[in-house]
Each structure stands twice: as structure tokens, then as C-alpha cells.
């Protein structure tokens, strides 16, 4: 069993797995802290931005200034931002059966897979999934394309420049297109397995993977769609948990992690030091005290995921502060359709919220919100918005890289005031380098990244409780976080070692093979004749068609032979009738050499000698110029072209043996 | 007996008596015992069963075989204790063989009833009782109850066996006072047989090697030397001490606790020389043989002991210390001499063996600074106090649990990881760096106490108790912060500090948990009166958003925070704190809106909280001449007397009449005596006749809320009123200008009105009242007789025995009529 690490981000995982005949791709995550060094798209010109030095080499030479802008102090690209692919080299891509996701942001890099590689397989995820998967994948797209960068930069990446370190930024970038990032790519692909269209809190479901794997998603977890694999392949049991909590979601049963042999742990928190309770407080707080001073809150996020957890809490939060009158707005191309979107999968939230439903309540409070007007959303900041927009208020809006998307019309809005205040609450990209294109700012910034990913803490908790046998982690796992070296509780400590991977990897994991089970058919058992060879010890000879389906072997009767099907255009080969041969008897049982001398002997061969072998017994006929060669497992009649005599010895040599 | 009672008493006894009356309550019982103390106490308990000779039937009927209830048989035997206490009545109850029956093998303790828990404790506390002179002595002897009484020590109910173990001790105490009350013989073996048996018991208890026996044993030795102080106490130490030494070496130590406790105990004695009877000697050797987590309790209490050897002390001292040492030993960068004595005793805490269990080494902590905490007052505390490794060691803890620590080894990265994010050591540490406030330390030192707290007060996994404890450590440090001569105001460093905290206290100010905000007001008031008049202070608080964000808390919708808030604004505004510096013209404003905001809280609150804090706020503000208030304190006082007097919760009717309280004085120019702190204000001495005096109060009508509270159903309010009338009867005593109103018509009016008010019927109003009438009617009232029905127990009336046979009679009644029912 091999695990092809495509990518080396420990929360946007792209692994492969190859087992027996059967490739899986495991999440397809797309790391998109790459934009963080381009320059932000502005919805509408901004005369800061387009007015920003070129930059140039410390011996004035300005050839890169037109690719290249400086903005205190930092070097960005002007041009359309690019992110960075899983590895698409390491492995045949077109050879993956299946490829399963786990949640919404391990699903970006979907549409690369599934475009340029000749794909052919299935693509796996439950319903949230794909849904808000496809939400998050449109808002993207939206962002991108709506502002066409005329200019697409490629000087800075060429090779010699690089080499001779003249530019700052190191592309890593495969691909730089991601307008081409189509839902309409994936969509023919993907199985909802998941696909209950039922309100009834449902227990996990599983879904068969053709002849290797059974799988079953253990849990929905956070944010509406993160979700548990586990497979059992042949009896060997692996896990796959990339799993987060949170209060809103349903618990994971842990039951069926037990005793894997290998555990493969990817997407942990990545703010291990920051509570997430603490943080939403944190976060309150720092709203409260902007809009009571005046100020307007910045927070940029996805459409989807923690803005849920936010605007319940702000729910709870927001008459006990005062802040009653104070708009909420949320502005994405998606913003609707992700506010209805969560309401309707109350089967993955926790109980509390499942019971909601039946009193009939909406699960989540946002729908309150709206109705009493206080969280207006809107598509963009055309149209409605610009009519309704007063201030002091609360903006959610992305993209979280503060790159593309409305936020950044918010941030040179807002920027200039230090009554204002940005509240970075997405976890995935450094806040520091997200604001570098917008210094100087006066605006206040806080950090209260809410990663409700599993932490540490509950990752060594797991373990004592479900023992796997291996565990297979990225290399950040392994070590405390740099900017925390002395923290030893801040990596997976687990006993034998985590096997790490990097990038571009490829491990081998510790998985033994051993004896399948196969069951036979009652009607093939009653047709058996044993025949005890030794005491206790019975043998039968069967004949019968081996079918294997769905992770099961199982010994079927020989098909009566049939009349050729014909008129299918197609059929499986499973489905084809064996050749059945007509069966030869089996023999069993050893040849005495001295009573088989004998036995020749009586019947007329004299002249007999017998040589011992390493093997065993050659008895030599020198009068008839034959050998009869006698092992443990063979017996060998030599003779030269004489059939009559061979077939007479034969029937000695059968004389002593048993047949079934 | 009153007669009533020793009429109903023979219906009770029969009640008592038979079994298909049972009892409901056994509280009851308890009660009926209680009293029949009290009447033996006073007088003869023989002459009260030769008057009352139900209750020796109602004894005798106890010895019938008979399915009784098990409660009833326990009072008979403890009533019987309690009778049989005096000696002649001992003697009577002795000639009717009762004693022996009820006592003695004869009585419950062969039979079935034994197995109850009730009778047993029954007749431990009966013996309890009865075991008072030396015919008791001989009784006990006699019945072999000292025998029953061993066995009862191991009970399964631990009620009966603790009793057992206090019996012996009284018995043992009771048999050393001598045949004649004469000193007992200092010899051992001279000893009553009596209390050589209990003394060979104990022995023979902490030879066994079952550790409940051994417990038994110390806990019975325990009570005796805490209770008894006679030389002959120390003759027992000395022949027992070998013994409880043994017990050392054992591994591992049986019954620690105990064994602590009577080394303790013994060592409190001041029937003992300690020095002379080895007592120190095993001290030091217990010290170095317990686990750190059992010696820390008896290290404490050898330094709280008086005169105790230096080395003694020393060796004490170190044991509290060790696990501060071992956290500063793992975390030192440079292992050096840190100050902190070595952990040199003890064994398993010593640094660089690894920590036990996270839980272990929190508790072990935990118990360690709360010992020090409770330490560090004291004037025994050890000289010299380490007050430097101390708190280096304190902040090493909390910087641990924050996280922030940067430990240089591996057992100081062990620690981390035992006790990140620990509350419970995290408010133990706090705590204690509070406490250590009231020492100095070196600057650096007191400016990483002050990071810390900073670290604390900001980190936004501070749990709200956490929190609170921040910001109380905080206060006691800014209070106690060096200060520059001769001025009160807050030290540059303090000040710099302050600029930090604020943001914080703001963002605090803002927190979703109620608790934290709560505790963010609390801190803000407790500065506000501490530096609310120094320029330093004030120009950091008003250059912040603290005073905004505090007036908008006024609405929060907890009542606890509105109820912190009103007070921080009280606070604030009465230091002027709560204008911008910028818009002196909207001062006037500013401070009218407070005062109507605060009247609409204390007239619409739905809570009682903010009303009371309301309240108290006026009163200060009364006290203080607030400038608000001073304008015009009449209609203040009209108008905060109005809404308080209609308030439905009586602290705030009472803290209205502490306002009307001081009104008066203010008045009247004579502040009560009693209130030495109370600023006086300059108010004008009545030069006018004392009618004119009284004017003021009479518009305000004052004297109408204070004579509707003196009828109040809550008692406090209806006190608090009889003290203010009493204090206006008492200033104006020495003028009789006013005394011929006594007989005019108002007066009579106004007193028919009261007494329909005191009936019940509150409705009708007093009208105007004049001075005149206020004086005579408040001379004529029988405030003092009011006081002193009002300083009786609500329960004065329904307590007396009289009721309570009622009321066991009553329910005995009801049971039998619901039976009745039944058929």
C-alpha cells in the first residue's frame, strides 16, 4: 500500500492511495496562500494601488517594474493571482478510481484533477459538501473574473531570473488559471452519498467502493460538512479523520477508528494556541467596542463555515451589547444561497439544532436575523446595497487573502481611519501578509483566528482511545510550531512515531496482507464428497466460479453451460462464463518404495534397481530402459515411446494412491 | 415544667409509646430533647420524673418486646442519658433496674433494633450523656459497655463510630479525674482499670496492621490531647509516642492524615513540654518520611505553632517551599543559587525526577501556595521571607499555565504540558502573587508581576474567575506600588501600566460573558476610589473610552452588570470622571443626565439589584454633597424617598431609610457618633427653633416613609425605622418648645392612622404632617418596645415548648384521622 502526498499543506491535503488494484485520492485540497504575493483586485480602480513604484534591483535596473510593485517595503506581482496545484506528476492521475472528499475546502483543486488529467473516476462527498462546495467555488470564480486583469505576468518567473535570485517572490505556481475553475467541471463526476433529502437525523451512511473498499462517513462535523472516512479494506481497517468540532455539529463516533492499522491525520487546527471560545469572545468584544465608539467592523470571510458560528453568537450577542441598531451586512455572489443552503441540512448539525427543525424552528438564528433586518445580505456592493448602506456598521465579506472580492473596496474605504477596525477570523492565511498591499493603515486590526479544528489536545485523546496501529501525519505534526519550539504539547506524540510526509512524497505504508475470507454458497457445500486424509483432516475437490464484489469473495456453483448471451454490447468480465474443463481426479498419499518394487516384481519387470535422491526414489528398469522418478509431490514415468508400458506402470504407481 | 406543658406531657409519652402512631418528623424529637436539656440544666432531674411519672413509663415501656420505631427508642435512650446525668437521678432510675435494661445486654443492644444506626448512636450518645460521675464509672464496668463501645469504633455508619470514638475519650477523661475528684496518679500503672483498658486498646490498636484500627486509634488520641490538658496527657504521650513512631516505618505510612493531625493536636497541648517528652524529634522524622502532598498540612502547622525549634521550623519551611523550588529549578536557565531553599527533603518532589500525574501536581501545587497564602499574614511567618524567589516563582507558575513560559529543559517542558491552560493553579497563583503584594520585591521582578497580570487581563482564554482574580492581584499591587513622597498619586511605572491596561479594561468592558464585565466594573470602581482624585489617574481614564463604555453598561441586560455599573458610574461621577475633559459647558448636562438616568433605574428596574446599587449611590452622594445632589437636596430627597418607599424589595426600602438617615443628620448638624468614617458636611447648625428645623423633613416627607416602614412585614426595614425615630427622639429631647401639641387633634388622627397601620391596613394616607405632630407622635410610639419585639426570632412565638408538644400531638392526630379515613 503506497500514500502519493501531492500536497504538503497540512489543511488542504492531497493524498493518494494505492491498494490491490484500486487508486483513491483522498481530498483535493488548493493552497491558495500563493496570492498573498500578488497585488489585490480592486473592484474599482484605485488610484493607490495603480500608482504603486515599480520595483527595481539595487543597481537600478526596472525591467521587472512593470510585473513587479512595491508597497512598504514589500515586493508584489501585478497580475492575475495564482495558487498552488497538488503535485500532477508523481502519479498517473488518469488511474485514480475515486476520489473522496471530506469537506468543502479540501475540494478546490477539484476542477485541475478532474479537467487536465483524463480522470475518469467517481468523485465522493456528502451533500453539504458539494453544495457549499460549489458555493465556495462560484464565489471564487466571481471574484476572479469580474475584474479581467489585463496583464498576466510571466518575466518574474522565468528561470534565469530566478536563478540569479533577482526576484524576491519564488514561484511555486503550476497553474494559473483559476477562472477556469468551473463547477460544471466537476459536476458530472460527483456522488452525493450521502444525498437524503430527509430532515430524520440519519446514522452514518456507507457507500460501496467497488470490490475494495466499504466505506462509511463517521461524521459530519463542523461547518456543516466535515466529515469522517473509514474504510475497511479487505479486513485491514483504515481511517481517515479530517475531522474538526465544534458545538453545532454533530459528535464523532469514534467506535469505528478503533484498532485501525493506519490513521491518517490531516487538517488539525492550524492556531493550535488559540481557544476558539476564547476567540469568538475575543471577537465580540472588539466588534462591540469599534461600533460603540463609532467605527465601522471589517470581517473578512468565507461565505460559509465560521460566519454561521459568528452570527449566532452575535445573535446571543448583540441586544446585550446594545448593538440592536447597528447593520450586519454580508456581501458575496453566494451570500443567499449559503444562509438557505445551511437551514436545510439540520441531519448533519448536533442534536440541539436537529430538534429545532421539528418544533419547527430554522436551525441556525441567522434566519432571525434577517427577518428582523438586522443581517441584510447582498450579491455585491452594486445595486441594493449602495441604497441601504449606512454606517457605523458590520461587513462580512471575502476573500479572506484580502486579494479579490468586495473586501478589498472595504478595506480602502475603511482603511484610512482608526475608528475602523478589520477582525480577521479565518485561520487559513497570515493576517500580517494579507494587509501588506494596504500599509500604511490606521485602521485597527485584530486577530481572533476561530479554528474549530481538532487541536492537540483532543488529537492525543484520540489516540489513546482508538490505538491505531500506524499514524501518518505532514511533517508540521511532527515538530512544535517554530514560533513555539518549547511547546512539546503542540505536535502528535504517539508511540510508534508518526510517519510524516512532505510534499511530492511517497510512503509505503506498514500494511500486511494476510488470508481473505471466502464463503461458499449452501448449494456448492452440499454438492462437496470429503474425503478424510488424515485424521480430522478431510479434503474435497470443488469446482465453482469465484466472485468477488464489493470487498466480498464468494465461491458460486459452476455455471450449466448456456446458450451465448449475444445483444449486450458490452459485459463485465466477471459476468463471462469460465471454460469448464472435464475435471481429473486429484491423487493423494505417498508410494512405499519397497512394496512398489514388489509390486513390480510380481508383475513380471526384474532387473530392478532403486537410487535414493535428495528429493526421494528414482527406480530404475534397466531391462525395459525406463525410470520411474518418485518425489514428495511428482512421480515421473521416463520411458522411451513405449505408451503401453507407461500406462502400465501408471496404473501401478495409481494402485497406491488415494483419488478424490 | 409550666403546667401547661406537664398537662400535655402524658398524652405525648403515650403517643411516644405506641407503636401505630409514628412519628413523621424526627426533627421533632430532637427538639423535645433539646428541651428537656434545658429544664435539666436549670433544675433536678429527679424531681422533674418524680412530677412527671409518664416519662419513666414511657422508659419502661422501651424494655417491652414490641415492634417500636426505631426513632422513638433512640430518644428514649438518649433522654434517659440525659436524666441519668445527675447523679441522685441516676440512682433512682439504677433501683428500677432501668439503667441496666436499657443499657445493658438486656436492652436494644441484643435485640433487633441493634441493627438500626438510630439506636445505636441512641445509646452511644446516652452513655454520651449519662457518663458524668463516678457511679456512671461503675455502671459502665459493670454492663461492660467499654467493650461494646471498642467494637463500635469500627461501625459501618460512620456517625455511630465517630461517637464511639468521642465516648472513649470522655470516658477515659472521666476515669482520670479520680475516685474523689483528686489528682490522678502520674503513674501509668496506677491508673484507673477503666482507663488502662482504653489505654491498652489504643495500644494494642496501633500495633495492628489494618489501617481503619490505626485511624481509630490516632483520631480517639487525636480528640483526647485537643480536649484534655492534664499533666497525666503527657505521661500518656510518653508511653504511646514509641508506638505512634513505629508507625513511621511502615511503608507506606498508615493513616497519614490522622497521624498528622494528632501531632498537631499534641504538639498545640499546652499540658505537654514538648521538649522534654521527644516531641520534635518525631515531628522532624515525620516530616522527612511523608509524601510531600501529606506533609504539607503538618508543615503548616508546625509554623504556626509558637515556640517550635528554629531547625524545626526550617525543615517545615522547606517542605511548603519544595514544589515552588522543583518549578523553579526546571524552569531556571541558569541553575544557580535561586534563593528558594532545595527541595533536601522529601524524596519523590526533588527537581529533575519527573512530575507525577498532571492531577497530582496541580493538587500538590495548588495546596502548596494556598498553605503560603495562608502563611504569609502571620506574625510566626519564618523570618527571613523569601519574598523574591517567591514571587519569581509565582510568576514563573502563571507564565507556565499561560503558556508564555520559555523552559529551557525538559522537565520544565514537562511541567508545561502538565499545567497549561490550568485554572486551578492559575487562581491559586493569583491568589498568592495578591498576597504578596504587601512585601516588596526588585523592580524587575515587580515589572514582570506586573506583565503577567497584563498577560492575564488580556489573553482571551482567561476564564472569567481567572479573570477576576487578575484583576483583583492587579488592584493590590497598583495599591501598594511604591509611591513617590508626598504624593498620593499612582508611580510612573504604575502609570505607564495603567496606559496599557486600559485598552484592556475597554475590550473587558465589551466581553460577551456577563461575569467578566461584571468583574471589569468592580476593578474600574475600586480604582476610580482609590486614584479618582489624582491627576495622573484621571487623565488616563479620560483619554480612554472607560466612562462611555461604563454609562452604556447602565443598560446592560444582566442586573448584576447594571447593578456594577451604577455604582462605577456613582463612583465616577462623584470624582467628576464621567465628562469628556473636552465640552466643560455640557458638564452641567452631562452629570443632570446621570442623576435621571439612575432615578429611571431605580423607579423601572425589574431587578433588585440595580435598584439597591441605585441606592447606595445616593446615599454616598448625599453623604458626599455630590454637586448634583447639593443643588437641590430637597427635591433629591423627595423625589428618591417617593420611589424607594414603594420599592418592593425591602433592601432598598431600608437603604432609603439610611438615606433619610442621613438627610436628618444633615439636618439636624449632628451625624451619629457611631459613624466615626462619615465625611460631615457643612451643613448649617438650626439656628431656628426646632419646628423650623423639622420643616425640611416633613416636605420631604420623610417621616411618612419612616413611620410606614416601622409597620414594614420585612424586619430590617422596620428596625432600620425604629433606629431612625429613636435617633430623632433622642436629638430632640432637650427641647420641650413643642411638647403641649401632645393632646391636639392631628396628633390623635395620626395615631389612629398608625394603629389601622400597624393592623394591616396601609391604605390611608397621613396628609401633610407638621412638626409638631411628628414629635409628639413620635414621643408618644413605644419605639423601644417595638425594637425589642423586633430583635426577638421570627420564630419567638411558635418556639416554645408549649407549641411544640401541640404541634407532635396535632400530627399524631392528623395521622390517626387519615386512618379513620381509610376505613
Not at chain 1, 526596472?62 to 508523481?90: I, M, N, Q, R
Not at chain 1, 528561470?159 to 458530472?188: A, F, M, T
Not at chain 2, 416519662?55 to 415501656?61: A, G, I, R, S
Not at chain 2, 414490641?66 to 422513638?72: K, N, T
Request: charged fraction near 20%.
Amino acid at each position: 500500500m503506497k500514500l502519493y502526498c501531492l500536497s504538503g499543506h497540512p489543511t488542504l491535503p492531497c493524498n493518494v492511495l494505492k491498494f490491490k488494484s484500486t487508486t483513491i485520492m483522498l481530498d483535493c485540497g488548493l493552497d491558495m496562500t500563493s496570492t498573498l504575493n500578488f497585488l489585490p483586485l480592486p473592484l474599482v480602480q484605485s488610484p493607490r494601488l495603480s500608482n504603486l513604484p515599480g520595483w527595481s534591483l539595487k543597481d537600478g535596473n526596472a525591467f521587472l517594474d512593470k510585473e513587479l510593485k512595491e508597497c512598504s517595503g514589500h515586493v508584489f506581482v501585478d497580475s492575475v493571482p495564482e495558487f498552488c496545484l497538488p503535485e500532477t506528476e508523481l502519479i498517473d492521475l488518469s488511474t485514480v478510481d475515486v476520489i473522496l472528499i471530506s469537506n468543502y475546502h479540501c475540494m478546490m483543486a477539484l476542477p485541475y484533477i478532474t479537467e487536465h488529467t483524463g480522470f475518469s473516476g467517481t468523485v465522493y462527498a456528502t451533500e453539504p459538501t458539494v453544495q457549499i462546495g460549489r458555493l465556495l467555488m462560484e464565489e471564487l470564480v466571481n471574484f476572479i473574473e469580474r475584474v479581467p486583469k489585463a496583464q498576466s505576468a510571466s518575466l518574474w518567473k522565468n528561470k534565469d531570473i530566478q536563478r540569479e535570485g533577482l526576484c524576491l517572490i519564488q514561484p511555486i505556481y503550476r497553474e494559473r488559471r483559476p477562472c477556469h475553475v468551473l463547477w460544471s467541471c466537476v459536476e458530472n463526476q460527483i456522488i452525493q452519498c450521502s444525498g437524503s433529502q430527509s430532515m430524520i437525523p440519519r446514522p452514518a451512511p456507507g457507500a460501496s467502493l467497488g470490490s475494495l473498499l466499504e466505506m462509511q462517513i463517521l461524521r459530519p462535523t463542523s461547518n456543516l460538512n466535515r466529515k469522517l472516512w473509514v474504510w475497511h479494506p479487505a479486513i485491514h481497517l483504515l481511517a481517515y479523520p479530517p475531522a474538526e468540532f465544534s458545538l453545532v455539529f454533530q459528535p464523532m463516533d469514534q467506535a469505528s477508528l478503533k484498532n485501525s492499522d493506519v490513521l491518517i491525520l490531516t487538517g488539525l487546527t492550524q492556531i493550535p494556541t488559540a481557544n476558539p471560545d476564547g476567540m469568538v469572545g475575543e471577537f465580540c468584544s472588539n466588534l462591540a467596542l469599534t461600533v460603540r465608539n463609532g467605527g465601522n467592523v471589517l470581517v473578512p470571510c468565507y461565505p460559509s463555515g465560521v460566519i454561521y458560528d459568528l452570527l449566532e453568537c452575535l445573535y446571543q450577542y448583540i441586544d446585550s451589547a446594545g448593538l440592536s441598531n447597528i447593520p450586519f451586512y454580508f456581501i458575496s455572489p453566494v451570500a443567499n444561497s449559503s444562509l438557505e443552503f445551511s437551514q436545510i441540512f439540520a441531519e448533519w448539525l448536533c442534536h440541539n439544532k436537529q430538534t429545532k427543525v421539528y418544533l419547527p424552528e430554522p436551525p441556525f438564528p441567522h434566519a432571525e436575523l434577517i427577518q428582523t433586518n438586522k443581517l441584510k445580505h447582498y450579491p455585491s456592493l452594486h445595486g441594493d446595497f449602495s441604497s441601504d448602506f449606512r454606517q457605523p456598521c458590520v461587513v462580512f465579506t471575502g476573500h479572506p487573502s484580502l486579494r479579490f472580492g468586495d473586501v478589498v473596496h472595504f478595506m480602502e474605504l475603511w482603511g484610512k481611519s482608526s475608528l475602523n477596525t478589520v477582525i480577521f477570523t479565518e485561520p487559513d492565511f497570515s493576517y500580517l501578509e494579507a494587509l501588506a498591499p494596504y500599509q500604511p493603515l490606521a485602521m485597527k486590526c485584530i486577530y481572533c483566528p476561530i479554528d474549530t479544528r481538532l487541536n492537540f489536545i483532543q488529537v492525543s485523546k484520540l489516540l489513546k482511545e482508538v490505538q491505531p496501529l500506524h499514524v501518518v501525519c505532514p511533517e508540521q505534526y511532527t515538530q512544535p510550531p517554530p514560533a513555539q519550539s518549547h511547546r512539546m504539547d503542540l505536535m502528535i506524540d504517539c508511540q510508534p512515531p508518526a510517519m510524516s510526509y512532505r510534499r511530492a512524497e511517497v510512503l509505503a505504508l506498514p500494511f500486511k496482507r494476510r488470508y481473505e475470507k471466502i464463503e461458499i454458497m449452501p448449494e456448492l457445500a452440499d454438492a462437496l464428497v470429503p474425503m478424510e486424509i488424515k485424521p480430522g483432516i478431510s479434503l474435497a475437490t470443488v469446482s465453482a466460479v469465484l466472485h468477488t464484489k464489493d470487498n466480498k469473495h464468494i465461491l458460486q456453483p459452476p455455471p450449466r453451460p448456456a446458450q451465448p448471451t449475444g445483444g449486450k454490447k458490452r459485459k463485465r468480465a466477471a459476468e463471462d462464463i469460465p471454460d469448464c474443463k472435464v475435471l481429473k481426479p486429484l491423487l493423494s498419499g505417498s508410494i512405499p518404495v519397497e512394496q512398489f518394487v514388489q509390486t513390480l516384481e510380481k508383475h513380471g519387470f526384474s532387473d530392478i534397481k532403486v537410487e535414493d535422491t535428495a528429493k526421494g526414489h528414482i527406480v530404475l528398469l534397466q531391462e525395459a530402459e525406463t525410470l520411474i522418478q518418485i518425489e514428495e509431490d511428482s512421480t515421473h514415468i521416463i520411458c522411451d515411446n513405449d505408451e503401453m508400458l507407461r500406462v502400465r506402470l501408471r496404473d501401478l504407481v495409481l494402485k497406491f494412491l488415494q483419488k478424490f | 415544667m409550666d403546667p401547661e406543658c406537664s398537662q400535655l406531657l402524658p398524652a405525648l409519652c403515650a403517643v411516644l409509646a405506641d407503636p401505630r402512631q409514628p412519628m413523621a418528623d424526627d426533627t421533632c424529637l430532637e427538639k423535645l430533647l433539646d428541651w428537656f436539656k434545658t429544664i435539666t440544666e436549670a433544675g433536678s432531674s429527679l424531681l422533674l420524673l418524680q412530677e412527671n411519672p409518664c416519662l419513666v413509663e414511657l422508659l419502661c415501656h422501651m424494655l417491652k418486646p414490641q415492634d417500636l420505631s426505631s426513632r422513638v427508642l433512640s430518644f428514649s435512650l438518649r433522654l434517659t442519658g440525659v436524666l441519668a446525668a445527675q447523679e441522685d437521678c441516676f440512682q433512682y432510675l439504677q433501683q428500677g433496674e432501668l439503667l441496666p435494661k436499657l443499657f445493658g445486654e438486656a436492652g436494644p443492644l441484643g435485640g433487633a433494633a441493634w441493627t438500626s444506626p438510630a439506636v445505636r448512636s441512641g445509646w452511644i450518645q446516652g452513655l454520651r450523656s449519662l457518663a458524668q460521675h463516678a457511679s456512671a464509672l461503675h455502671f459502665l464496668a459493670h454492663c461492660g459497655a467499654v467493650d461494646t463501645i471498642f467494637s463500635l469504633q469500627e461501625d459501618s455508619s460512620l456517625f455511630v463510630a465517630s461517637a464511639a470514638g468521642q465516648l472513649l475519650v470522655h470516658i477515659l477523661g472521666l476515669s482520670m479525674q479520680g475516685p474523689a475528684g483528686g489528682p490522678p496518679s502520674l503513674q501509668a500503672g496506677d491508673w484507673p482499670a477503666c482507663a488502662q483498658k482504653i489505654v491498652g486498646h489504643i495500644e494494642e490498636s496501633l500495633r495492628a496492621t489494618a489501617t481503619p484500627q490505626i485511624t481509630q486509634a490516632l483520631n480517639v488520641l487525636t480528640t483526647t490531647f485537643g480536649h484534655c490538658h492534664n499533666p497525666w496527657t503527657q505521661v500518656l504521650w510518653v508511653q504511646l509516642s514509641p508506638l505512634v513512631a513505629g508507625l513511621l516505618e511502615k511503608d507506606p505510612i498508615p493513616a497519614a492524615h490522622s497521624l498528622v493531625d494528632l501531632l498537631l493536636s499534641v504538639a498545640r497541648s499546652p499540658g505537654l513540654s514538648s521538649s522534654s517528652c521527644g516531641l520534635w524529634e518525631t515531628l522532624a522524622q515525620t516530616l522527612s518520611h511523608l509524601s510531600p502532598t501529606q506533609a504539607g498540612p503538618l508543615a503548616l502547622g508546625i509554623l504556626k505553632l509558637q515556640d517550635c525549634p528554629q531547625a524545626l521550623r526550617a525543615q517545615a519551611f522547606a517542605v511548603l517551599l519544595q514544589p515552588l523550588a522543583c518549578v523553579f529549578k526546571a524552569m531556571a536557565q541558569d541553575p544557580g543559587p535561586s534563593g528558594v531553599p532545595d527541595g533536601t527533603v522529601g524524596g519523590s518532589m526533588t527537581a529533575g525526577v519527573p512530575l507525577p500525574s498532571k492531577a497530582a501536581c496541580v493538587g500538590l501545587l495548588c495546596r502548596s501556595l494556598a498553605h503560603l497564602e495562608l502563611l504569609l499574614p502571620l506574625p510566626q511567618r519564618p523570618c527571613p521571607w523569601p519574598q523574591a524567589p517567591l514571587l519569581g516563582a509565582a510568576v514563573t507558575l502563571l507564565q507556565l499555565c499561560g503558556g508564555s513560559a520559555r523552559p529551557a529543559c525538559d522537565m520544565g517542558r514537562h511541567l508545561c504540558t502538565l499545567l497549561l491552560g490550568c485554572v486551578r493553579v492559575q487562581r491559586a497563583a493569583l491568589d498568592f502573587l495578591g498576597a504578596l503584594s504587601d512585601g516588596t520585591g526588585p523592580r524587575e521582578l515587580v515589572t514582570q508581576v506586573f506583565a503577567v497580570l497584563l498577560e492575564y487581563l488580556r489573553s482571551p482564554d482567561s476564564s472569567p474567575t481567572v479573570l477576576k482574580k487578575a484583576f483583583q492581584a492587579t488592584f493590590r499591587w497598583l495599591l501598594n506600588s511604591p509611591k513617590t513622597p508626598g504624593c498620593w498619586d499612582l508611580d510612573p511605572h504604575a502609570l505607564l501600566f495603567l496606559r496599557d491596561l486600559l485598552p484592556v479594561l475597554q475590550k473587558r468592558l465589551c466581553s460577551p460573558c456577563w461575569e467578566v464585565r461584571d468583574s471589569s466594573l468592580e476593578f474600574l470602581t475600586q480604582m476610580t476610589r482609590h486614584w479618582g482624585g489624582q491627576a495622573g489617574f484621571r487623565h488616563a481614564l479620560l483619554a480612554s473610552e472607560v466612562p462611555k463604555l461604563t454609562e452604556q453598561l447602565l443598560r446592560d441586560p444582566e442586573s448584576y452588570v447594571r447593578a456594577s455599573a451604577v455604582t462605577a458610574m456613582g463612583q465616577l461621577s462623584s470624582q467628576g470622571l464621567c465628562v469628556p475633559p473636552a465640552g466643560p459647558e455640557h458638564q452641567g448636562g452631562q452629570q443632570k443626565s446621570l442623576l435621571v438616568e439612575l432615578l429611571h433605574i431605580l423607579s423601572t428596574d425589574s431587578e433588585g439589584f440595580p435598584r439597591r446599587a441605585v441606592m447606595q449611590v445616593f446615599t454616598q452622594w448625599l453623604r458626599d454633597s455630590h454637586a448634583d445632589v447639593a443643588g437641590d437636596t430637597e427635591q433629591f430627597v423627595a423625589g428618591v424617598l417617593q420611589v424607594a418607599s414603594q420599592d418592593l424589595d425591602w433592601e432598598v426600602r431600608a437603604q432609603g431609610l439610611e438615606l433619610a438617615l442621613v438627610f436628618l443628620e444633615q439636618t439636624l448638624g449632628q451625624p451619629r457618633s457611631h459613624c466615626p468614617h462619615a465625611v460631615t458636611p457643612p451643613v448649617e447648625a438650626p439656628v431656628g427653633p426646632l419646628a423650623q428645623a423639622l420643616q425640611p423633613l416633613c416636605r420631604v416627607r420623610l417621616f411618612d416613609f419612616a413611620f410606614r416602614a416601622l409597620f414594614d412585614c420585612d424586619r430590617p426595614v422596620a428596625q432600620k425605622s425604629c433606629d431612625l425615630l429613636l435617633f430623632l427622639r433622642a436629638q430632640t429631647a432637650s427641647s420641650s418648645s413643642l411638647q403641649e401639641s401632645r393632646s391636639s387633634p392631628d396628633v390623635a388622627s395620626v395615631e389612629a392612622a398608625l394603629q389601622r397601620w400597624q393592623a394591616g391596613d396601609q391604605a390611608q394616607p397621613l396628609g401633610d404632617l407638621e412638626p409638631e405632630v411628628v414629635l409628639a407622635v413620635v414621643r408618644s410610639l413605644d419605639l423601644e418596645g417595638l425594637r425589642g419585639a423586633l430583635a426577638e426570632s421570627s420564630d419567638h412565638v411558635e418556639k416554645s415548648p408549649q407549641s411544640l408538644l401541640q404541634d407532635m400531638l396535632a400530627t399524631v392526630g392528623v395521622l390517626g384521622e387519615n386512618e379513620a379515613d381509610c376505613y
